[in-house]
């Protein structure tokens, strides 16, 4: 394939990101929007033309001639060169997993473009807005296209640095400007963790790129040559650092504090960090190094259980939470730990790493659902002007698109068939189960608390009560309206998709068979959570309140995040600056600076003393001259004496 249509896919959304920033406010809103989309829909089609050519042309470059998928780098540009070996380079990989991203990252951009022509209409700073979803676009496609861990990093940064923009882009408001310096430092403490990562890999490979790790990671671990540190080799504790990296970006605990404050950006914003590129980019990381990360099982061990206390987690928070938008934040926290599951579980000897396309399957059903869903909550945040569903209820009246297009998010997610959720998230149960029946018992709740809570959410917002609204609430606009029903329809058909055909392991197809058993149970499971959840929620009642009473603590916990915020706080407030910074401060201020302060004032006072010794009048030189000569002679006349 020709070097340029890869090119033109990250130069174009960097152009718009120039053009609108620079130029934007000398254009009007419509101009800002329709330049916005256009250059994202050129993005788009050209992203399916390659990700198609790879997947359909049967082009040698990409498929051998026994069937095998390659790899293949369309462009790598040499930029920094620490040694001849170990070299940054700028460039374009193209292979299963990245092509797949070509489809999912451009769709959700575009449709989150085109959705925000209605929802940010008005708003000021609409061309910056526009810029900034540019950059964030760019960014992650320059991310998961990365020919080496080095290049990825560097847009990895970039993601973050968009994101900060994005979500505190209504500036004038304190909660916003909190919310995107709070995802902007969690996440570069875990950025840290990410980058010494790095570092030990590459001095022990002398490599950044990809392919020559992955392809053979076995030379990998021997390039370690045994080294250890504090009993554990030092290839775990490279790949556990880089995971560190994946957490924070994704969300996992215990570096999940930032991602429901980043609720405070515009609902579009929202859609586009939970649903494509953001927070899935650490599941994206640990499948590009999969390869490595299945020399040392030890550091995937790590993963599912990180994944596993996360996605029960934040499945029980989202019981208890009053924002609409808080609720699916939570449930992207669990979306994404069911995906670390998956990939924890993965090994060679269960189904040829079922685990590694089951995430990879759920992470392109999940992006199109999820984006659905926060759209529909824009949707329905945009008629009623709250976040909170206690502002709503009886909606299915009012807003048909967004009624059944929200109902079709929530049965994807909950896992119903024929919706695309089933597919992929029972092809995780699945691939748990196999490794371990404790840990697909464990899923299998989480999977049954995520069918609960949706259809809580849809209940309350569609039917429960009928509030006299000060405004009769609509549908959006066709530019609000579109997005959910192309999204809608994605939902519906994406789960047959014969995935493990195209997104395949070490370059061969894996037909996915559906264990039936697996299905059967996690469905009920999901039908009898959804009955629970109507027969509290379809109509107003007190039962909830009864409920949420009996076990008031449970619930206040639950509401409150288990107080992650505050543990957070006491450590950095009440430990770290009160405990240890301020008595530093006080014994370098007090100690340190009052010892350096008397020995100045001790010296200016002896400065004052004796300055007159250098007040340059000759008269007194001579005198204090003569005075001195004559002592002199006194001495010494009386010690000859």
């Given amino acids: 394939m020709e070097f340029t249509i890869p090119l033109l896919i990250l130069a174009i959304p960097l152009f718009m990101f120039l053009l609108l920033g620079l130029a934007g406010m000398k254009m009007s809103h419509k101009l800002a929007g329709v330049l916005g989309c256009l250059g994202m829909g050129t993005v788009l089609v050209l992203s ?25 780098v369309i462009f790598n540009v040499d930029w920094l060169a620490f040694t001849p070996n170990l070299v940054i380079r700028l460039g374009f990989l193209l292979d299963p997993i990245s092509a797949m991203m070509l489809i999912v990252i451009p769709t959700i951009s575009f449709m989150v473009h085109l959705y925000s022509m209605g929802y940010m209409k008005g708003e000021k700073g609409f061309q910056r807005y526009y810029a900034f979803l540019s950059l964030f676009s760019f960014s992650m496609l320059g991310l998961v296209v990365a020919t080496n861990i080095f290049q990825m990093y560097i847009f990895w940064e970039l993601v973050g640095a968009s994101s900060y923009l994005l979500i505190g882009f209504f500036y004038t408001l304190p909660s916003a400007v909190s919310a995107s310096k709070k995802a902007f430092i969690v996440t570069r403490f875990a950025d840290l963790g990410f980058l010494v990562g790095i570092l030990i890999l590459s001095f022990y490979t002398q490599t950044f790129d990809f392919i020559t790790m992955t392809s053979q990671p076995g030379a990998v671990f021997a390039s370690t040559a045994g080294a250890t540190f504090m009993g554990c080799s030092v290839l775990t504790w490279a790949m556990v650092l880089i995971f560190m990296g994946g957490m924070g970006k994704s969300a996992m605990m215990p570096l999940h504090i930032w991602l429901p404050d980043a609720m405070e950006g515009p609902t579009p914003v929202s859609a586009l960090i939970h649903a494509a590129t953001m927070v899935v980019a650490g599941v994206y990381l640990v499948a590009r190094m999969f390869p490595v990360y299945l020399q040392v099982p030890t550091s995937l061990d790590i993963v599912l259980v990180v994944g596993a206390i996360t996605a029960l987690y934040a499945a029980i928070v989202a019981c208890a939470q009053i924002d609409i938008k808080r609720v699916l934040a939570f449930s992207t926290i669990s979306q994404i730990a069911f995906m670390m599951v998956s990939l924890g579980v993965a090994r060679p000897e269960i189904h040829e790493c079922l685990g590694y396309m ?7 059903t999940h992006a199109m659902f999820k984006a659905l869903l926060f759209l529909g909550a824009g949707a329905l945040i945009h008629a009623v002007h709250s976040n909170n569903y206690t502002a709503m209820g009886g909606l299915r009246k009012y807003m ?58 849809y209940y309350l917002i569609f039917w429960w009560n009928n509030p006299d609204y000060h405004h009769r609430p609509h549908d959006g606009e066709m530019a609000m309206s579109l997005p959910l029903i192309i999204l809608a329809t994605i939902s519906v058909v994406a789960g047959f998709i014969p995935f493990g055909k195209f997104v395949t392991w070490r370059g061969h197809e894996y037909i996915i068979e559906m264990n039936w058993v697996v299905a059967s149970v996690s469905v009920i499971v999901a039908v009898v959570a959804i009955l629970i959840a109507r027969a509290l929620y379809i ?103």
């Fill in 539 to 641: 109509r107003e009642n007190d039962m909830p309140k009864r409920m949420a009473d009996s076990c008031r603590w449970l619930w206040t916990a639950a509401n409150r995040r288990f107080y992650w915020d505050e543990i957070y706080l006491f450590i950095t407030h009440k430990i770290i600056f009160n405990g240890i910074c301020r008595p530093i401060a006080w014994f370098d201020r007090h100690i340190i600076d009052g010892t350096m302060d008397g020995f100045a004032y001790i010296t200016n006072q002896a400065s004052y003393a004796i300055r007159n010794f250098q007040s340059g009048k000759i008269q007194q030189y001579v005198l204090a001259y003569l005075i001195g000569a004559l002592l002199l002679a006194i001495v010494t006349v009386c010690c000859v004496l």
């Fill in 400 to 457: 048909p698109i967004t009624h059944i297009t929200f109902l079709i998010g929530c049965l994807a997610i909950a896992g119903i068939p024929p919706f695309a959720g089933f597919f992929s998230k029972d092809e995780i149960l699945s691939a748990v189960y196999a490794y371990s029946p404790f840990w697909g018992v464990w899923m299998t709740a989480v999977a049954g608390l995520t069918a609960f809570y949706m259809f809580r959410l």
């Fill in 48 to 72: 399916y033309y390659t990700a198609f050519t790879y997947y359909f042309s049967g082009n040698p470059e990409f498929i051998s001639a026994e069937g095998v998928r390659l790899q293949s």
């Fill in 358 to 364: 089951a995430s990879m399957f759920h992470l392109f």
